[in-house]
């Protein structure tokens, strides 16, 4: 069912003139894709109780063209093309403002070692525990995101991107993408999907 909602929103927006949207964009446009409350649908991130730093940062890089992934340049280029600096900033408190809930879509099987990962790394390949940076709970610092909660089918969708060579801005994490075998990545994103 969450996938039929998904291809209407995304068929709403492709069929809308962009001047009816991107110039009055507020919280209730971003709903098309990531759902009401925010919490995201597995192509679209969660963005309540995400970092407002975060979002504010991200939001720039979309219209400054810098995340350069498939759906970051489809949707997101253009609906951040046209924001005001006080827009950028009120959508990224409004959505931190929002509470988080965890996906739990991951596979419970692999959790364990995606908990293993997150929190002591994996010394062997030199990757350093992801809570270093996103925190124990993976709450995120500053500009650095919020994982705990997202969905498993986004976060390992976005670490096979970073594979492939997308990026986002200055950042470890495509280094790190590229040092996580799959079943790391799953187990990983397992993990994470479950954390409250």
């Known amino acids: 069912m969450k996938r039929i909602w998904l291809k209407l929103a995304i068929l709403t927006v492709l069929f809308l003139p962009a001047s009816s949207w991107a110039s009055e964009i507020s919280p209730r446009n971003c709903t098309w894709c990531h759902g009401t409350g925010a919490q995201g649908y597995a192509a679209a991130p969660r963005l309540a109780g995400q970092r407002a ?20 340049k489809q949707y997101m280029w253009g609906a951040a093309a046209n924001l005001r600096p006080d827009t950028v900033r009120d959508l990224a408190g409004y959505f931190a403002s929002l509470p988080p809930k965890a996906a739990q879509d991951g596979r419970r099987a692999l959790a364990e070692k995606g908990q293993a990962i997150y929190v002591q790394g994996i010394p062997d390949a030199n990757i350093v525990a992801c809570l270093a940076c996103h925190g124990p709970g993976g709450q995120g610092v500053r ?4 994982l705990g909660g997202m969905s498993y089918f ?14 986002s801005t200055p950042s470890p994490m495509p280094m790190v993408a590229n040092s996580l075998g799959t079943d790391e990545i799953e187990a990983l994103a397992s993990y994470l999907s479950f954390v409250k």
């Not at 720039?60 to 498939?70: M, Q």
């Not at 500009?143 to 919020?146: A, Q, T």
């Open 143 to 146: 500009e650095i995101p919020r």
């Open 154 to 167: 986004y976060l390992k969708r976005r670490l096979e991107e970073w594979r492939q060579g997308y990026h």
């Open 53 to 72: 730093a975060y979002i504010a940062a991200q939001l720039r890089d979309y219209a400054a063209h810098i995340r350069d992934n498939p759906f970051s």
